[in-house]
């Protein structure tokens, strides 16, 4: 099990509040498919009215995602009781009874048999109503893909002040995760709403403001899922001896590749052609005929990613892991190159960056239709809070704002 605590002040500090201020917490579990994370947050509601500021937010995430217990929904039960400690040592005792604790599954759970989620999800809401938190209707669930995108884009427009009734401009996100992956943004252009099927388009009013938003989750295109596709594993559970090649693998590769609780041998071409072209084809057929391009993804337009996108430009060398940082998708694309075309470069790295890289450039350029100057900014934290959907599920949790 992999254990990451973050302690600290996630906002600079404020003063005490005043008398009218009010101070609550929220608990948000975030079930993904490789890992499931508890954020811990601390509001300070000074006007009633107004946003509230985030004053804390506690982190702690565990490996792998609870679609690995499938069949052990006991230890799935177990990994969150374990993750219940760190919010009962950060609320004050005497908050426990009033402070919401919500689990939201993605697309981990989305790909299991529906029976199977479910087995997990009953273990979850047990562990909960055993515990001393508030356990409000619905606290336990799978999150559809539009709420999973929209919250994170409130999550990371809130962070970076762009929710105040003073600010217009607003920033896109981009959310790639294990199996499934997200496009957000608010369109500039009538076209892009009209030319978007209906099902794209989600309006919602928050905070004395509505937003017609651009959003969609592509379940299966995440990157491990994409993973899978190209290797032409999807579906194959159970072909214990079966071995899936890739173009986009060190020629003498070989190893294990576990998703969703299912074990995967795989190896590269040993007798044929590798590297970034053959494998761009490959990684291709993931994203043709699947991924829809919205009318407008003006050069000018700010897109924030993270998740996966931030970890594999870290693991590329292009971003700095603690200062996260601005780059081209031309950066990644010759940094995939390199990486595909000098496999032997890469034999104290991840083997699988140079299709991880590559997978990247097609869901961006081929999928999305992002032009290659497009600059991206890659960010795992804002102002030290994570950028991920959570934050914003549990500001709309509390605002009781509804999206529509
Ligand atoms: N709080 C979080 C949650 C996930 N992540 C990243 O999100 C990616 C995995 O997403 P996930 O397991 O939730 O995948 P899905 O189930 O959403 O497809 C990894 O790159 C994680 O490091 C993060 O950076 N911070």
Not at 26 to 39: E, K, L, N, P
Not at 55 to 79: R, W
Not at 331 to 344: E, G, I, L, T, Y
Request: proline fraction near 4%; aromatic fraction near 10%.
């Amino acid at each position: 099990a992999d254990f990451s605590v973050r302690f600290g002040n996630a906002l600079p500090s404020l003063s005490r509040p005043a008398n009218s201020s009010q101070i609550f917490y929220g608990i948000m579990f975030d079930a993904g498919s490789t890992g499931t994370r508890i954020h811990v947050y601390t509001f300070i509601q000074r006007d009633p009215d107004g946003l509230p500021v985030l004053d804390n937010e506690m982190f702690q995430s565990m490996k792998p995602g609870l679609s690995a217990y499938a069949d052990v929904p006991e230890i799935a039960g177990h990994t969150v009781r374990q993750l219940l400690r760190v919010a009962k040592k950060t609320v004050p005792p005497v908050e426990w009874k009033r402070t919401p604790v919500v689990f939201r599954a993605t697309a981990g759970l989305r790909l299991l048999p529906p029976a199977k989620a479910h087995a997990l999800l009953e273990e979850v809401q047990d562990v909960f109503d055993e515990s001393p938190f508030y356990v409000p209707a619905d606290s336990v669930s799978i999150m559809n893909g539009t709420s999973e995108g929209i919250l994170a884009w409130i999550t990371v427009n809130f962070l970076t002040g762009r929710l105040d009734r003073s600010s217009q401009k607003t920033v896109g996100i981009l959310d790639l995760g294990g199996g499934s992956t997200q496009i957000t943004f608010l369109p500039k252009s009538k076209k892009t709403v009209e030319s978007a099927p209906s099902d794209y388009i989600a309006r919602f009013h928050m905070f004395n403001s509505t937003y017609e938003l651009y959003t969609h989750s592509y379940l299966g295109n995440g990157i491990k899922a994409a993973r899978l596709a190209a290797l032409g594993a999807l579906g194959s559970d159970g072909l214990e001896r079966k071995v899936f090649r890739s173009s986009c693998l060190p020629k003498k590769h070989t190893s294990d590749f576990s998703f969703g609780g299912v074990t995967y041998h795989v190896s590269g071409v040993t007798d044929g052609v590798t590297g970034f072209r053959t494998c761009y084809q490959e990684m291709l057929k993931v994203v043709k005929g699947v991924i829809k391009q919205p009318h407008e993804l003006k050069d000018s337009a700010t897109f924030y990613a993270f998740s996966y996108y931030f970890d594999h430009a870290v693991e590329a060398g292009l971003i700095d892991e603690s200062r996260g940082g601005a780059v081209k998708i031309r950066d990644f694309r010759k940094r995939a190159k390199q990486v595909c075309n000098r496999p032997s470069e890469r034999s104290q790295v991840n083997h699988f960056l140079c299709m991880d890289l590559t997978y990247i450039i097609c869901l961006l350029k081929d999928g999305f239709g992002f032009k290659e100057s497009t600059v991206l900014q890659l960010t795992k934290k804002v102002r030290n809070v994570e950028t991920s959907w959570a934050l914003g599920a549990a500001i709309n949790h509390f605002q009781k704002f509804r999206i529509h």
